[in-house]
């Protein structure tokens, strides 16, 4: 009796945040000004071209690129905590799936359109696919992100399907249409144990394909750096060093999702100081990898000097980036380190503003990883105004930096908004398991 | 003392630094008198002169610039100058063809690059910056170049080809003699002249004596260009091949499989394993797509 009612609590509970709330409706507004805001400079951009932008001849990847990698990065939490750490059975990670997963899609989703809005004539994206090299490292990044999202999907909607059942069963004051879509991509969903076996054998097939896959897209992307014998990415670690780093800005993304979801959504019982605890953990250990390869990708050109990485090198450890390459490294990466080590640290509120630092400092990272490489090619610069050799980002560049932001904040808000954001069907099996014990 | 022998030191480095560079700054673009006075069988017209144009924009503008606008290339020393100028266009048609048949200073000798005609094309499209000039033309008769016959056979006792040059007047076949006769190889960017310029003897005949270290394509063929030069007949050129050279296979660069080559030329590894990634991804499809219908159906 008491299983029962428990079971409806879970799912009431579970529920509750799929309907339209005043702060919602508010959020998303103003989430709706924000984008139009960024949209239009870059509507500005389209109609004036890439001269609007801080861009030019030598630094032609700028904000646009590393927000790129960046969107690439933390896509990847995903495959970590939604495969990996379900594969490695930690049961604690289970009610964060989701939470991953959503955040997988709705960044590598973006992830694609940033780079069209890197692009001066985005109506030519087209001919990467007719006269595109098979050779060609951008080739493999195309294929490879948009293999990446359609199996994100796949795998955010697979283990849905019981939970779109109960949706279109359990909400009430749904509008008919709404229960008739939840119906519908509940696929006669019965709860059969067949059903379950389908369920969980194609789960499994997804989470062990997504690990090269996601594995793929990071490498790639680095590839398009390293690929190149430019300073500061001729490195042979760069696909190690960039998917590390991705599991960092992840793991601080979902933390902050998760802050946020277990705050507004009122889901205390589900996602606790537990699982806040075990998280900063997972981002302790990420960083310490990330913090190791950091140590590599600048100990071994620092400790050699060649002409042209000694150039980079200093720029980056004493010359015009060393506020941000410091700032990045110190407040994003090892700071966050150390306080992590300390379990009061890991509690909710502390770990959000970690968690916070560490995206930052991850997103100056990619600037870091993408500009003064730039600024300094092998041919001297020579006979051109200032703005050409430093690189300034100007508004509408930011405005159009940030437009893809928003929309990750949208899409996540959105798919919160229509499917439970803790797995129902896992919760309930869990509680029935531990009830039997 | 010491400072003495340095005074001589520096003394004879400038005086040696002089002599060196000397040819560079003497403006030795005096033509030998019997140039001076060539003129052109070639009538200066708008056509000859749009079609000059090209040749300059080809050959000279880089340095030169665009005649008018003064802006030839400034960082060479001495400056080139623009050729609508006064100081240029006093120069008779003859100097102008002289300098740029042989050079000047830093310039370079267009002989191995344009003929005599296109040559002229471009006198013709710079006359055109100079109001004053009233064309002089030659007497000597352009028609007169399409009655030489030139042959060219390779002797191969004396590893060396010969070419006879005569011309089929009405009055009956007559030997060129004191033509002056070159030989060049065909490459990829201009030609490479064999040996010097030689004057056929009295039967119209020249020898020039042929490397045996040319490479040829896979059977050895040279592609050889001889030119002659007679005041009488002008200049004419003549074409020939022979398998004289040393037989060469080697394939293009660009038709093996590599990385840095076209889609069709990609490196089978890198094919293979872009597939093998999308045909695996593709049965994950249809084994995901397979499961969803058993749900449904089931």
């Known amino acids: 009796m008491s299983d029962k009612k428990s079971s409806e609590k879970i799912i009431a509970d579970l529920l509750g945040h799929i309907r339209l709330s005043k702060s919602f409706m508010a959020w998303m507004g103003i989430l709706s000004v924000s984008l139009v805001v960024c949209l239009y400079a870059y509507f500005l951009q389209l109609r004036d071209g890439m001269v609007v932008t801080g861009l030019g001849d030598y630094v032609s990847w700028g904000m646009y690129i590393s927000n790129f990698v960046f969107f690439v990065a933390t896509s990847l939490i995903g495959m970590l905590i939604s495969a990996v750490l379900s594969l490695l059975n930690q049961k604690w990670a289970a009610p964060l799936a989701r939470i991953a997963e959503i955040i997988a899609l709705a960044f590598a989703a973006v992830a694609g359109l940033v780079i069209v809005m890197d692009m001066g004539r985005p109506e030519r994206l087209l001919n990467v696919f007719i006269h595109g090299r098979i050779q060609s490292p951008i080739v493999w990044d195309v294929t490879v992100v948009t293999i990446y999202v359609l199996i994100s999907t796949l795998f955010l909607y697979i283990p849905l399907i019981p939970d779109l059942k109960i949706c279109s069963e359990k909400l009430d004051k749904l509008p008919p249409f709404a229960r008739k879509i939840y119906t519908l991509l509940s696929l006669n969903w019965k709860g059969t144990p067949e059903q379950h076996e389908l369920i969980k054998k194609s789960t499994r097939a997804l989470a062990i394909f997504i690990i090269p896959v996601a594995l793929a897209i990071h490498t790639v992307t680095s590839w398009l750096f390293a690929n190149t014998s430019r300073a500061g990415w001729d490195s042979t670690i760069f696909g190690p060093y960039f998917v590390t780093g991705a599991f960092v800005s992840g793991t601080a993304a979902v933390i902050i999702a998760m802050f946020v979801f277990r705050k507004s959504f009122k889901l205390n019982e589900y996602i606790t100081d537990y699982h806040f605890d075990k998280i900063g953990k997972l981002l302790v250990l990420v960083s310490l990898v990330y913090l190791y390869f950091n140590l590599n990708e600048y100990m071994v050109p620092a400790y050699k000097m060649k002409r042209a990485e000694a150039f980079h090198i200093h720029e980056l450890f004493a010359g015009s980036h060393a506020f941000m390459f410091w700032a990045t490294q110190l407040l994003g990466l090892v700071i966050p380190i150390i306080l992590l080590l300390f379990k009061p640290f890991r509690k909710p509120l502390p770990i959000l503003v970690i968690a916070l630092m560490v995206l930052i400092g991850s997103w100056f990272k990619r600037y870091i990883i993408v500009v003064p490489t730039m600024e300094h090619p092998f041919l001297p610069i020579q006979n051109v105004p200032l703005n050409f050799k430093i690189y300034t980002p100007t508004l509408i560049e930011i405005g159009v930096t940030i437009a893809p932001m928003i929309m990750v904040l949208l899409i996540v808000t959105v798919l919160s908004k229509v499917i439970p954001i803790i797995p129902i069907q896992e919760t309930l099996d869990h509680a029935s398991e531990t009830e039997q014990k | ?298």
Not at chain 2, 13 to 38: C, E, G, H, I, M
Not at chain 2, 165 to 172: C, L, Q, Y
């Open chain 2, 1 to 298: 003392m010491i400072q003495k022998k340095n005074n001589i030191g520096i003394i004879a480095f400038v005086l040696l630094a002089f002599l060196v560079t000397a040819p560079l700054y003497a403006r030795n673009w005096k033509s030998p008198d019997d140039q001076k006075d060539k003129k052109s069988y070639l009538k200066f017209d708008a056509t000859t002169a749009s079609q000059g144009e090209a040749l300059y924009n080809a050959n000279c503008a880089s340095c030169h610039g665009t005649p008018g606008k003064n802006n030839s290339l400034k960082s060479l020393n001495p400056i080139p100058p623009d050729l609508s100028t006064k100081a240029s266009q006093q120069l008779t048609d003859g100097e102008l063809l002289y300098i740029v048949t042989n050079g000047a200073g830093l310039m370079p000798s267009f002989k191995n690059i344009l003929s005599e005609e296109k040559e002229w094309l471009i006198i013709s499209y710079l006359r055109g910056f100079n109001k004053e000039y009233v064309q002089q033309l030659s007497k000597f008769d352009p028609a007169k170049s399409k009655l030489v016959k030139l042959t060219t056979t390779f002797d191969k006792a004396s590893q060396s080809i010969i070419i006879q040059a005569i011309a089929n007047e009405k009055t009956g076949v007559v030997a060129i003699a004191g033509a002056e006769v070159s030989l060049f190889v065909k490459r990829y960017f201009g030609n490479f002249q064999v040996d010097k310029s030689v004057k056929t003897d009295a039967m119209g005949k020249a020898t020039i004596a042929f490397p045996t270290d040319i490479p040829g394509d896979k059977t050895g063929k040279l592609n050889v260009l001889v030119k002659m030069f007679e005041a009488n007949y002008g200049e004419v050129q003549k074409t020939d091949s022979f398998d004289i050279g040393i037989p060469t296979d080697k394939p293009a660069l660009n038709e093996k499989r590599a990385i840095w080559n076209v889609v069709s030329k990609a490196p089978l590894w890198v094919i293979g394993l872009y597939s093998m990634g999308l045909i695996s991804f593709l049965m994950l499809l249809a084994y995901l797509l397979l499961n969803l219908r058993k749900i449904f159906k089931s």
